[in-house]
């Protein structure tokens, strides 16, 4: 039997469209807002990009991708790439 994951409440002043997007968007996972925002931060806060993703991500973040990325298809983008 797994221990119980210990949980605190905590209050946050965020934008009223912000809100207001977030419910939204935990209405169409059928799912409560509290539940919602809380998935999305815990993968926010555990799941960091690799090395080299993050080398990928610095490459386009200074435009030195290597010729134009074909997403007309998942195989044109798959050929574009290399892959």
């Known amino acids: 039997m797994e221990a119980a994951i210990q949980k605190k409440a905590q209050s946050f002043r ?3 469209d912000l809100i ?3 419910k939204q968007m935990a209405r169409k996972e ?3 807002l509290n539940n919602y925002v809380e998935c999305v931060l815990l993968n926010v806060a555990y799941n960091e990009p690799n090395e080299e993703t993050k080398a990928a991500l610095e490459e ?3 435009g030195q991708l290597q010729g134009p990325l074909d997403v007309s298809s998942v195989e044109a983008m798959y050929k574009s790439m290399g892959l």
């Open 60 to 62: 386009a973040k200074n």
């Open 30 to 32: 059928n799912r409560s």
């Open 14 to 16: 965020l934008p009223v």
């Open 20 to 22: 207001e997007r977030l």
